[in-house]
């Protein structure tokens, strides 16, 4: 796109990774009286969003200068020994499969703190709130960006603490105990995983993801390559995550504040699957293939018990709850991402990567919907949304209730949105899976998971029936249509959904060359 010198590059993507950290620790210091504006409240309030903007406006300026003619290629990095004894090395890098969860990342981040600065959720100190927010994305991003299996292990553990006093400290109802649930589920997991890492690390000779992946497994043996897919396998399902897996995502998203909810599904979910993209498929490809019919079982399982749970809590005098329901909803949608990396196809693992941005973009925009819809009437349940406090959205608030329909509609795969190409394009994969899979198998994985694009259909089509439509009562109240902060925070999610979905090679063009050579035998 633009020319822009590498060292101006590494620069920009060491940034991106350590620079949320900075903004943390400044975020906790007295601010200047000058800064201070109105209160101290608001004056760290406007810290986080010009940190997380700065942040977001590196990442765009690190994708433009992308040299798009190599996306297979890892650009903008950095490699410095660390540890020398465990030849660990701080090995920052991104490539096609990165880049665009990186932007995602630092959008939905930057969407955050814009909203919590007029929308601050009930809570401890903004202090806190912001530093915590800003921890969370640099771990995150560091997941996407480094290139050492013992760096990517600690930036995968560092989102933990922050997300579960996000959920502890400004969380609703039965917070506590969906913190603890959060915080227990993801530790175990990861216990498990760092031993899978280190199993690898110690009998391939090093840590590198690079190297490893060009070795493409050949100094790993099918028996280590097997526990090794296992153990970290466990870890990367249980954040994804993975029927049977997933207990703990609804009520955490239950229990989260807004912005919460929106990271969580955005961001948190993606570093499951990109574990499995980015580790398990170029660095234990044997071990991998013997998995991969079992994890394309388990997620047309969860496609079809997410569906039909939302279908169940959409339905009148079920007392669903919205959040809970949208939460369920994730189970589905990311059984198709599994699904299309279980194919160990391009079609399929493109589609894979092509539904985790799909889902960041359309899920992260439903759950500051939910978030409005609750600040206005009070509650989340579906029953109370349908009576007197809700019923008619169309009528009581036009531009909200076309919000709902639209990010609805995207959800459930309508052609010409972001929704419909990564869930396509797994199926696609399943339908002509690696030679060495069963093809009867995955045909049978494809069948189950199209019906679940029906069930999901149906089950959003009753939640905006029973929100958006209907007759409204004369005395019932009138709500407040979409405020322009929120307007601000919500147009970039629309417009990508729509740009994603009607010029799908925008991100493709990025991950398919990626992809091809990750499958290859790694990247360069």
């Known amino acids: 796109m633009i020319d822009i010198n590498e060292s101006v590059m590494q620069f920009l993507l060491a940034f991106v990774v350590v620079g949320p950290l900075l903004g943390a620790a400044a975020a906790l210091l007295p601010a200047p009286p000058g800064l201070k504006g109105k209160s101290p409240e608001q004056a760290v309030l406007r810290h986080g969003m010009t940190v997380t903007g700065a942040i977001l406006i590196a990442a765009i300026v690190l994708a433009l200068g992308f040299d798009h003619d190599h996306p297979s290629k890892m650009q903008a990095t950095t490699d410095i020994s660390w540890i020398p004894a465990l030849d660990v090395r701080i090995h920052l890098g991104i490539d096609g499969i990165s880049l665009p969860l990186l932007v995602l990342t630092a959008l939905l981040t930057f969407l955050c703190a814009l909203y919590s600065y007029f929308k601050m959720p009930a809570g401890p100190t903004p202090k806190a709130f912001i530093a915590l927010l800003l921890v969370l994305e640099s771990g995150t991003l560091a997941t996407f960006a480094v290139l050492d299996l013992l760096l990517f292990f600690l930036a995968f553990e560092m989102v933990l603490i922050p ?20 915080i227990l589920f993801t530790l175990l997991g990861s216990v498990v995983m760092l031993l899978g890492l280190l199993l690898i690390g110690i009998n391939a000779g090093t840590f590198d993801m690079v190297a490893l992946a060009t070795d493409n497994g050949s100094s790993l043996t099918t028996s280590v390559q097997v526990i090794a897919v296992l153990a970290i396998g466990i870890g990367l399902a249980v954040k994804t995550p993975m029927w049977p897996l997933h207990s703990w995502l609804p009520d955490a998203h239950t229990a989260a504040p807004t912005v919460g909810s929106v990271l969580l599904a955005g961001v948190l979910l993606k ?18 293939r013997t998995f991969a019919p079992y994890l394309a079982a388990f997620a047309v399982v969860g496609i079809i018990y997410g569906s039909l749970a939302c279908l169940a809590l959409a339905q009148q005098g079920a007392k669903g709850d919205l959040k809970r329901l949208i939460a369920y909803s994730s189970v589905g949608h990311m059984g198709f991402v599994l ?7 391009p079609t399929g693992v493109n589609g894979a990567l092509f539904a985790n941005i799909a889902h960041g973009l359309i ?7 939910v978030g409005a819809l609750k600040e206005r009437t009070g509650t989340t349940d579906l029953d109370a949304l349908a009576d007197t406090t809700g019923a008619a959205l169309y009528g009581k608030a036009p531009r ?20 419909f190409w990564g869930e396509m394009l797994a199926l696609f994969g399943a339908f002509n899976p690696a030679a060495d899979l069963s093809r009867p198998a995955f045909l049978t994985f494809m069948a189950i998971g199209a019906f679940g694009t029906l069930l999901t ?8 029936r029973r929100v958006c439509t209907g007759a409204s009562p004369q005395e019932s109240p009138k709500l407040a249509d979409v405020h322009s902060y929120e307007f601000a925070a919500w147009t970039p999610l629309v417009a990508l959904t729509v740009i994603a979905g009607l010029w799908p090679k925008t991100l493709l063009g990025l991950t398919d060359p ?6 290859a035998g790694g990247t360069r």
Do not use: H
Request: cysteine-free; hydrophobic content about 60%.
């Open 163 to 182: 997300m579960y006093f996000l959920i502890a400290r400004w969380g609703g109802e039965q917070r506590t105990q969906a913190a603890w649930k959060f």
């Open 271 to 288: 570093m499951g699957t990109y574990g499995f993209v980015r580790i398990l498929l170029p660095v234990a490809p044997d071990g991998f």
């Open 339 to 345: 699904l299309g990396i279980a194919t160990m196809t």
């Open 363 to 369: 899920t992260g925009l439903l759950f500051f919907l």
């Open 400 to 419: 909200l209730g076309g919000l709902i329909a639209f990010a609805a509609v995207a959800s459930l795969g309508l052609p010409g949105l972001a929704g």
């Open 457 to 464: 259909a149906a089950y959003l089509l009753v939640v905006v």
């Open 514 to 519: 990626a992809v091809q050579q990750l499958l």
